[in-house]
């Protein structure tokens, strides 16, 4: 019970405030963990919901790639949505700053460099700042062998979704 009080409070809590991070052990880990190209799950949990959910997985993150400005900054980045993924690209050279490409139907999460900071590591909580200010928090796991991902929207629903194509931080 009082895990479960714990996993409640930490959805719900505010995500740090992303500020000048020096690049530590756990942040690091944090930036190899949320680096993916992760896709909505529909229903429950099983190797073939995995499965579909990732299938095109690789094409929409080449696409994504192909409509990506010329000169990727604050700016254009949020004109950049993925179609049906999250697409999340840590910046080497910025402890704790990301770019966010979340898909077209999740329209409460802003497109463009964000950031992000570890909660509580154990339990896999993130705190994600999107490109708009807004604070989200992330949750990362594994069902099996498959990444997953948790995100408290803004109205409280939980959105679950499973990392599909793993990206490598942008230098």
């Known amino acids: 019970m009082h895990r479960a009080l714990l996993v409640v409070f930490c959805l719900l809590a505010s995500p740090a405030a992303a500020q000048t991070l020096a690049a530590t ?7 190899q963990a949320i680096g993916a ?23 929409e993150m ?5 409509a990506m400005p010329a000169e990727l900054n ?6 950049v ?5 999250l ?7 910025t402890p704790g700053a990301a770019y966010f ?5 999740m329209t409460w999460f802003s497109s463009g460099l964000g950031a992000y900071s570890v909660i509580n590591e154990a339990e896999g909580f993130i705190g994600i700042r999107d490109a708009a200010g807004q604070e989200l928090a992330f949750q990362i796991g594994r069902a099996g ?19 599909c194509q793993p990206i490598a931080p942008l230098e």
């Not at 052990?25 to 930036?31: D, F, G, K, M, V």
């Not at 490409?101 to 139907?105: Q, S, V």
Request: contains cysteine; hydrophobic residues 40%; aromatic residues 2%.
């Open 81 to 85: 949505r993925g179609l049906r993924g």
């Open 62 to 66: 080449q696409a994504l790639d192909a």
């Open 145 to 163: 062998s498959h990444p997953m991902l948790r995100i408290r929207r803004p109205t409280g629903e939980i959105v679950t979704l499973t990392g």
């Open 87 to 93: 697409h999340i690209i840590p910046l080497t050279g």
């Open 101 to 105: 490409f979340p898909p077209l139907r």
């Open 37 to 59: 190209v992760w896709r909505p799950l529909e229903g429950a949990i099983t190797a073939d919901s995995l499965r579909a959910a990732c299938a095109g997985a690789e094409q």
């Open 25 to 31: 052990p756990e942040l690091t880990r944090a930036s």
């Open 74 to 79: 604050e700016t254009t980045a949020t004109r």
